[in-house]
């Protein structure tokens, strides 16, 4: 099939409709009528990503052949990343199997879910994909998914709280590692520290399977009273459809048809037009106004304009109301005045929205936009059902010309589906075979101590600190908990102390090893550590990253993963509110591993009672320590056998939700009596990872020492069997914690004691001092990616970003100044709106969330345990906040 020549002097866009310019046919677009008289008219829906048969049924469904904007849209809309035609069949089962659950409010099918906390509020979380975008263009990549997945959050009705980013990267060491991590990671914390948000967590995860193809999730948070939820129905016939905020420009375009659905190749650095460009103070902006329209009552609907621009937000609240819609494009402002009408449809330029409004309070959403200085637009009107009953007809037209008369939800609910055939990877049984067990291990005292140092500074396992440093943590005064703890908690209402807590969790080696189990390990460790901070899990969502769904193997991979997640959700009570699926992560023929990353919610009807990570300092005798759950010898696929012999095999731990439940109802009972003051959930690395990051929070030792039960040291040190948490409990709550853990049949094994020697000592193996450790743990990343202030001055923006060696000149100064900006625009604008105070200017010392030193909100300047922890809780009666879950028989 040829395509239309291009325009001389035109500059290609990257997106094949998009070069049939204007000025293609005498000056004129290809209109509907146009359309009509030139039925036969060759058309390039192949460069689009359209299949021969999906074309003949665009053709069917309008009954003549598209315009070149109408292709445009249908390819973008049937597109893998917006119409999900390979993976819906198979994520019905989070409905099917969806558990029974009162506090949800909106889950999948909206922009993001929304769930309950108590009578008056809520909270709506998300986690999204941007990884081509953020292998292309690292800086912009990333912050503009960061401003995504915010945007979601904001179209719910929310103020956005907060932020996470799970991300993964190929092989430390590999040069094109040193290209795009620095500039993803100056990417997320310049959006998001100019927006005032803080990040709160995530994960850093080094692979040769992501070589050429990271993974860039991100996750936000908001809240909002639950009288302000907000919907995308285009309801109301003759409401004002308002384009709100920044100009569209040509950023983006095909971004999510040509960049996000289709496999990486050598041509990808050709691709950088694709990718949008970012302005959080316009986000800001953006925010600020839709808070104060959602608070005046001044929205009938409200859709973000992200992936598929102004297309998909158009076609989408349209099909939503079952009404029609007419647009005129020539009244979107624009940063380009010569932008065709395809393009103005295609573009997905950032920090847009759009609103539905009603005739009568249109004077005041534009007084509102005016205030905030962005831009709103009246471009079009709502308009009723056809005459036979039918939904209406979206018809959008470009200077007096009809460029689209389309049905909206042909675009937005009818694209293809498809059952593509599945068949377990060929590997599969020669890979599961090859168990890590076999593999030698060490057994004397010297090479255990050896191994312990060699892991805590691999790159999996390593102080993280060098990229979590330049992420502000604590700006809006709430955060409570943040990296490097197991679960970022924020504080939602300052008068009751309710709040939420947040973890998200994947391991591609596991589901890799058995995608169905790997799936539910995912679940089970991002429940647990919800669990192990004291708050009850709720919710989930999820960001399934795969390779090509044209590969019968990925798809059975895909599929596995799903039901996994589906059937772990639906034994564990938290439902899936939404999420995201990506596909087409690999490069030529090479996927990486299956990759489902699982955010889970948790709820605290008081954040004074969370449990930190960090073992405390103490005046008298060191607390004792405990391990929750059973070890057995399970290695495969464990970061003992990757980083120590570069092997992946054999089969992943094995999971026990019902005990993850147990574990996780123990320790919110716990957390209400006082009996735990440090908590941390065993997985990678095992034991030893866990006790040497604990030390290393606050610079506390341990003496441990191993039971009698048929475990070597080696498996207790390394193992990473499911299910585990390690505590330490203050003297004269361990006979009562013990009975505890008896009640709800949670295994609880003695391992030793805190110590004021600075070193962690295994009985009858070795003594590791901790500076000894902290050198080893955290030198790994700062000899890798050099030091932050080399990192903000070559990747300050997208230019540094895209080269790496470029001279830094004095971008580092500009970042920080960005940085600082956008945290003196937060401290001015209102944030006392939804009847949620912001935090107090003169917070009492319990409840600050950074000492003047710096030092973390658990811990006062001199190390010491700060009042916050000293959990001084009432007597409870019997109430089990751990949900429906009761101690165990005798």
């Known amino acids: 099939m040829t395509t239309q020549p291009e325009t001389a002097g035109a500059k290609p866009t990257g997106f094949a409709a998009t070069d049939v310019l204007v000025n293609e046919f005498g000056g004129e677009p290809d209109t509907v009528q146009r359309a009509l008289d030139t039925p036969d008219e060759l058309q390039p829906h192949t460069e689009l990503g359209l299949k021969d048969d999906e074309y003949e049924r665009i053709r069917q469904i309008l009954g003549r052949r598209p315009t070149a904007s109408e292709l445009a849209m249908y390819s973008i809309m049937w597109s893998e990343h917006c119409s999900y035609k390979s993976s819906k069949v198979h994520l019905r089962q989070f409905g099917d199997k969806a558990p029974q659950n009162t506090r949800m409010l909106a889950g999948i099918g909206e922009n993001a879910g929304v769930v309950q906390i108590s009578d008056d509020l809520a909270v709506t979380f998300k986690v999204e994909s941007h990884n081509h975008p953020s292998f292309v263009e690292p800086y912009q990549g990333a912050a503009t998914g960061v401003g995504g997945i915010v945007r979601d959050i904001l179209a719910m009705g929310a103020r956005p709280i907060a932020v996470m980013d799970p991300l993964r990267f190929g092989a430390a060491d590999h040069p094109d590692t040193a290209r795009v991590l620095p500039g993803v990671v100056a990417g997320i914390g310049g959006y998001g520290n100019c927006l005032g948000l803080p990040n709160i967590g995530g994960e850093i995860v080094f ?70 460009v970012g302005d959080p103070f316009m986000e800001k902006l953006l925010i600020e106004s839709c808070l104060e329209l959602y608070d005046a009552g001044l929205v009938a609907g409200i859709q973000d304009l992200g992936g598929a621009g102004l297309t998909c937000a158009l076609t989408e609240t349209a099909a939503a109301a079952g009404t029609g819609m007419r647009v005129w494009l020539e009244r979107v402002p624009l940063r380009e005045a010569s932008m065709s ?81 599945i068949r377990e990877p060929a590997d599969l049984i020669l890979l599961q075979a090859d168990k890590a067990e076999t593999l030698p291990r060490p057994s004397t005292g010297d090479e255990l101590r050896e191994t312990v140092l060699r892991m805590v500074a691999s790159p999996n396992l390593c102080d993280k600190t060098w990229v979590t440093e330049q992420y502000d943590r604590y700006v809006l005064g709430n955060t409570v908990l943040a990296q490097p703890e197991d679960s970022g908690v924020l504080r939602i209402d300052e008068r009751t102390g309710l709040g939420v807590a947040l973890s998200v969790d994947g391991n591609g080696r596991f589901a890799r090893l058995d995608p169905y189990e790997g799936a539910k390990l995912a679940l089970a460790e991002a429940y647990r550590n919800v669990a192990v901070t004291g708050a009850e899990p709720v919710a989930v969502t999820d960001c399934l990253n795969f390779g090509s769904p044209e590969d019968p193997a990925v798809m059975w991979q895909f599929a596995e993963a799903v039901r996994g997640l589906a059937d772990g959700c639906q034994q564990l009570g938290t439902p899936v509110t939404g999420g995201n699926v990506s596909f087409y992560n690999q490069t030529g023929a090479a996927a990486i591993h299956p990759t489902p990353v699982v955010g889970v919610l948790g709820v605290f009807d008081n954040v004074a009672r969370r449990i930190p990570m960090g073992f405390p300092r103490t005046d008298g005798e060191g607390d004792q320590l405990f391990l929750l759950g059973e070890t057995s010898c399970e290695l495969s696929g464990s970061e003992w056998a990757w980083v120590t012999h570069g092997h992946l095999g054999g089969r992943p731990p094995k999971v026990d939700l019902v005990r993850e439940q147990r574990l996780g109802a123990l320790m919110a009972r716990a957390s209400q009596a006082g009996h735990v003051s440090a908590a941390h959930d065993l997985s990678d690395g095992g034991l030893a990872q866990a006790l040497v990051e604990s030390c290393l929070r606050y610079e506390v030792g341990a003496r441990v020492a191993f039971p009698e039960d048929g475990n070597s040291a080696f498996v207790h040190l390394f193992s990473e069997s499911a299910g ?52 080893a743990w955290s030198g790994t990343l700062p000899r890798l990616f050099g030091g932050v202030a080399e990192l903000a001055g070559r990747h300050g923006d997208p230019e540094h970003a895209a080269d790496p060696s470029a001279p830094a000149g004095d971008r580092g100064s500009q970042v920080l100044t960005t940085a600082a900006a956008g945290a003196a625009m937060e401290s001015a604008a209102p944030i006392e709106a939804d009847g949620i105070p912001a935090a107090s200017a003169a917070l009492a010392a319990d409840e600050s969330p950074a000492s003047a030193d710096g030092s973390p909100a658990s811990v006062a300047a001199d190390g010491s345990p700060a009042t916050s922890v000293e959990l001084e809780i009432a007597e409870l009666g019997d109430a089990v906040p751990g949900g429906p879950i009761e101690p165990a028989e005798d």
Not at 226 to 253: M, P, S, W, Y
Not at 399 to 418: F, I
């Open 724 to 775: 585990r948490a390690l505590v330490a409990v203050p003297r004269g709550h361990d006979k009562a914690f013990v009975a505890l853990a008896a009640d709800y049949g949670v295994p609880c094994t003695p391992l030793g004691v805190t110590t004021h020697e600075p070193e962690l000592e295994v009985r009858e193996q070795f003594t590791i001092p901790l500076p000894e450790l902290r050198e």
């Open 207 to 276: 692979d040769p399977t992501y070589q050429g193809n990271p993974l860039v999730n991100a996750l936000s948070i908001g809240v909002l009273p639950v009288q302000r939820l907000q919907h995308k129905e285009a309801a109301g016939v003759g409401n004002v459809v308002v384009l709100l905020g920044a100009r569209t420009g040509r950023d983006g375009i095909g971004g999510v048809s040509v960049l996000a659905s289709a496999t990486f190749d050598e041509e990808a650095e050709q691709r950088r037009p694709s990718v949008q």
């Open 341 to 421: 009408p395809t393009e103005i449809l295609a573009s997905e330029s950032q920090e847009r929205m759009l609103l539905i409004v009603t005739p009568e309070n249109l004077d005041r959403v534009l007084a509102v936009a005016e205030k905030w200085g962005v831009w709103a637009t009246a471009i079009g009107e709502v308009t009723p059902t056809e005459a036979d009953g039918s939904p209406g007809r979206l018809v959008i037209s470009w200077k007096d010309y009809v460029v689209v008369d389309v049905p909206p939800g042909s675009l937005a609910d009818d694209g293809p589906v498809y059952a593509r055939p």
